[in-house]
């Protein structure tokens, strides 16, 4: 494990933390009750990120 490992789960963190608010960031906040398309558009990306980098963090990848 190296220093990838705690960025992904810290992005694992954030990712669950903009489910919760239902606010998720891009160069502006995106509302999941505002714009549904490019809410969930954006959290998967970054759900993507979060885990890729927390694979690759721990030597999976």
Known sequence: MNAWFYIGIG?????LYDLYKGVTWT??????QHEPNAYWLVTLIWITIAVTTLLAGSGWL
């Not at 992005?11 to 990712?15: A, D, H, N, P, Q």
């Open 11 to 15: 992005l694992i963190i954030w990712v």
């Open 27 to 32: 160069f502006r906040p995106i509302h999941r």
